[in-house]
């Protein structure tokens, strides 16, 4: 599986970051997600779905592979 980030979307909100700590991190320079890194590693795919569910502005995609 992997997750794709619409940096044009995000808003920083940082709900990601919160929800999938071991997936996201937030910018320094502009407070919006980083993409993570793809594919999505067994152990942290339940937590990127969760994210992606919860992202309030819909900036991020599940892509099942």
């Known amino acids: ?11 920083g909100h940082g709900v990601c970051q919160m929800t999938a700590a071991n997936l996201f991190t937030l910018s320094d320079d502009d ?13 942290f795919q339940d937590e990127g779905r969760l994210a ?13 592979d």
């Open 31 to 43: 407070g919006l997600a980083i993409q993570p890194p793809n594919p999505i590693a067994p152990q």
């Open 1 to 11: 599986m992997r997750i794709e980030l619409d940096r044009n979307v995000c808003q």
């Open 52 to 64: 992606t569910a919860s992202c309030p502005e819909r900036a991020l995609t599940v892509i099942e």
